[in-house]
Nanobody, 120 residues
Framework: QVRLVESGGGVVQPGGSLRLSCAASGSIFKINDMGWYRQAPGKERELVATITSGGITNYQDSVKGRFTVSRDNAKNTAYLQMNSLKPEDTAVYYC??????????????WGQGTLVTVSS
């Protein structure tokens, strides 16, 4: 059994910042790629940023230069630093990870989501 738990969401004014965390727990041997996604009401879930186990990052164009994804492999945790937030960033943010369990099974795992509201 493995799980991901997001935290750090909240309400912020345009131009403000938030830092999201995604903590993995359970019978983890190794975590490969991790990613942040977001979903607004009535919209499809979309990719925000990804980071490989080696720290290579990728960002959706709309967040480049504003968001930074990072990870601490020792803590099995990923982060999303969000700066210069815009109302268009309002969504439930989800963490995703490809987790290799201690029994060497690969599980595509999603967190429960954390709500980010950017409003003036």
């Amino acid at each position: 059994q493995v799980r991901l738990v997001e935290s750090g969401g909240g309400v912020v004014q345009p131009g403000g910042s938030l830092r999201l965390s995604c903590a993995a727990s359970g019978s983890i041997f190794k975590i490969n790629d991790m990613g942040w996604y977001r979903q607004a009401p009535g919209k499809e879930r979309e990719l925000v940023a990804t980071i490989t186990s080696g720290g290579i990052t990728n960002y959706q164009d709309s967040v480049k230069g504003r968001f930074t994804v990072s990870r601490d492999n020792a803590k099995n945790t990923a982060y999303l630093q969000m700066n210069s937030l815009k109302p268009e960033d309002t969504a439930v943010y989800y963490c995703n990870a490809a987790i290799i369990t201690t029994t060497f099974r690969t599980l595509n795992t999603w967190g429960q989501g954390t709500l980010v509201t950017v409003s003036s």
